[in-house]
Nanobody, 125 residues
Framework: QAQVVESGGGLVQPGGSLRLSCTAS????????VRWYRQAPGPGKQREWV????????????ESVKGRFTAAKNRAENTLYSTYLQMDRLKPEDTAVYFC??????????????WGQGTQVTVSS
């Protein structure tokens, strides 16, 4: 059973919006943060950190998405087990597979935590 599941990717025109959802399993104990990463197509493209939302609602963003993307908890549940990444004013360079990562308090590092399978976001006219 997958511990982290993303959804909401798709094809959108430049300037459009998408909302990605991330559901983390309650079996992940002491969840401290949910992070979003992306990997663009093409040889040599590495996975890139995009955004983080923490248990105390602090949020952090890659400079190129600041002001356009918002990472937050779903209001109805108000926990890190149900979060989203709202992406507005999308650009072609945002095209990538987006991954959600659930990070427990006991773990650190970009490779730590539990990963989702990824969801494709394509920004194209």
């Amino acid at each position: 059973q997958a511990q982290v599941v993303e959804s909401g990717g798709g094809l959108v025109q430049p300037g459009g919006s998408l909302r990605l959802s991330c559901t983390a399993s309650r079996s992940i104990a002491d969840l401290y943060a949910v992070r979003w990463y992306r990997q663009a197509p093409g040889p040599g493209k590495q996975r890139e950190w995009v955004a983080t939302i923490t248990i105390d609602d602090n949020d952090y963003y890659l400079e190129s998405v600041k002001g356009r993307f918002t990472a937050a908890k779903n209001r109805a549940e108000n926990t890190l087990y149900s979060t989203y990444l709202q992406m507005d004013r999308l650009k072609p360079e945002d095209t990538a597979v987006y991954f959600c990562n659930a990070l427990p308090r006991s773990e650190t590092g970009h490779d730590a935590g539990s990963w989702g399978q990824g969801t494709q976001v394509t920004v194209s006219s």
